[in-house]
């Protein structure tokens, strides 16, 4: 077959032709793609293989047939079996999947009418129709052509996307496609964890983007309940509350990278953990208060300034103090483009129980017993809830940022009128 023939031709391809000019053709979205057996085998075995050269191998020398509706192939195929077919053939999976299951499963994919497939007459030309975003299999099609694809650049990248996301989709996609040299290429591509010791407590430390949770899961899972603290760096917007005798930090993350990434962490933490996103400090928690550090307006503030806004006792921190009586008095907003925060399993709010009662017990004059009897029971009975939903703490270890949105955007704007 000429390289360059028609994709809709269906005159028949002689039987002599050089089998490495076979080609099949890939429905991927709502574009069509051909591929050749070069392309196809450069990083075997993989999803491609195992469709189309799988058969081929096992047809031997097979007299192939004129009736059309023989020479018609049909393969569909859902991404549940595409990973398991690809793993029982790299000898993955448990024993019990042997090459019978993985052929019963490619027959069982072939009778799936959920996805859309075309076909030829002609034999030597397979079609198969897969759900995926187009625009990431030109990329991969150009890697298994032999081209080179790295470094990734920012350049041309696909509408809607920034780099971060183009890396983790394409990861997402060589996963998806069994491209084991290309899923180890993406993840060399990517920056490694940045590990150092805390100038402060001389501690050991991991850090890395949060972006880049889903690149680095498992080691992240290998490290999380290790020695080393790992501790993850993206923007958010931090809302710090004081009342009396707790402080209480709120995050929320603007960006869905970030959100997915959460979602991802949650995951790693095991089934029973959820991570909460507010976090409740009484103030004579000086060592967790101790490894906060903020700059806020250019200003540079200590989890313990904060902590003195709510201790009687205390000299309050006067700039600390006036941005709270400029805010409203007891509630300030950080948009912080530089925010650093890491995982704690602990539990401040079981630990609160007491320091809540105490304050309930200060208040019986003011109230009846059957409220507080009430409220008591209410706390309690949070405990107990977060104790077997196994909390994890998102701990703030750096926020830098302004309490004025519009001064936040600026500064963002101006770095990256400094990049170009």
């Not at 402060?200 to 690149?215: G, N, Q, Y």
């Not at 103030?283 to 540079?300: A, F, K, P, Y």
């Not at 405990?383 to 703030?396: D, H, K, M, W």
């Amino acid at each position: 077959m000429s390289p360059d023939q028609n994709i809709n031709d269906n005159s028949p391809i002689p039987q002599s032709a050089n089998p490495i000019m076979n080609s099949y053709i890939v429905h991927v979205g709502e574009q069509t793609f051909r591929l050749y057996r070069s392309s196809i085998t450069f990083d075997s075995p993989n999803f491609f293989t195992q469709t189309f050269l799988s058969e081929e191998e096992t047809s031997g020398e097979t007299e192939i047939s004129n009736s059309p509706e023989d020479n018609v192939t049909s393969l569909s195929v859902s991404s549940t079996d595409i990973k398991s077919t690809i793993l029982d053939n790299k000898g993955k999976e448990n024993d019990s999947n042997t090459e019978s299951n993985i052929n019963n499963k490619i027959n069982k994919a072939r009778m799936s009418t959920s996805t859309q497939t075309y076909f030829s007459s002609n034999s030597s030309i397979k079609e198969i129709t897969i759900d995926r975003d187009p625009r990431l299999f030109e990329v991969i099609l150009r890697y298994l052509r032999g081209y080179t694809i790295f470094p990734l650049s920012s350049v041309n990248l696909p509408q809607g996307m920034s780099l971060d996301l183009f890396r983790e989709s394409l990861l997402e996609d060589a996963r998806f496609y069994g491209l084991d040299r290309l899923e180890q290429l993406l993840q060399a591509e990517t920056p490694s964890p940045l590990s150092y010791k805390d100038p402060f407590t001389s501690a050991d430390k991991i850090l890395l983007s949060l972006r880049d949770v889903l690149i680095h899961k498992d080691f992240i899972k290998s490290k999380l309940d290790g020695s080393s603290t790992i501790e993850f760096f993206t923007g958010a917007v931090l809302t710090i509350e004081i009342s009396d005798g707790s402080i209480i930090f709120n995050t929320k993350f603007l960006n869905a990278q970030d959100q997915k990434a959460m979602e991802v962490l949650d995951d790693i933490c095991g089934e029973n953990s959820h991570i909460q996103l507010s976090r409740q400090l009484n103030s004579n928690m000086h060592d967790t208060l101790n490894g906060i550090r903020l700059e806020i307006d250019g200003v540079q503030i200590t989890g313990m300034d904060i902590a003195s806004l709510v201790e009687p006792y205390n000299q309050r921190v006067k700039t600390l103090d006036d941005m709270f009586r400029l805010s409203g008095g007891k509630r300030l907003v950080i948009y912080a483009q530089e925010f650093v925060f890491r995982l704690d399993k602990t539990f401040d709010d079981i630990n609160n129980v007491n320091g809540v009662n105490g304050a309930l017990n200060e208040d019986h004059d003011n109230k009846e017993e059957i409220n507080e009897s009430s409220s008591v029971n209410n706390v309690k009975s949070n405990a107990s809830n977060i104790n077997e939903r196994n909390p994890v703490y998102l701990g703030v270890v750096w926020a830098k940022g302004w309490t004025q949105e519009w001064w936040a955007w600026n500064e963002y704007r101006m770095k990256l009128d400094a990049l170009q």
